[in-house]
């Protein structure tokens, strides 16, 4: 049987770079956009096939998107917030110091 790479391990293959730093910001904006629009849902009470429905795309669409499986559009994030009966408010702050 062939021994799995760890998470740790494979990561710690890559070398740093603006790159991969980018890549990890993405990343993690699409997760906490997904995460949002799960939390919102669930407060109302909504399926994520309602969702579907009235954005006029497919529950695993919304699965993909809540489990920040793609980073959505802006026009994605417009007709989730339609949808849900929310405001999309879109704004540029200052980076938080590193």
Do not use: C, N
Request: charged share 35%.
């Amino acid at each position: 049987m062939t021994r799995r790479t760890t998470w740790d391990e494979a990561k710690g293959r890559r070398p740093d770079g603006e790159d991969r730093r980018w890549g990890y910001r993405q990343a993690k904006e699409a997760l906490e956009l997904g995460a949002r629009v799960r939390a919102e849902r669930e407060r109302i009470g909504m399926t994520q096939a309602v969702l579907a429905d009235r954005m006029g795309t497919t529950q695993p669409t919304i699965a993909r998107l809540e489990a920040g499986g793609v980073t959505p559009s802006l026009d994605t994030l417009r007709r989730a917030a339609e949808a849900l009966g929310l405001e999309l408010v879109v704004d540029f702050r200052e980076r938080a110091s590193a």
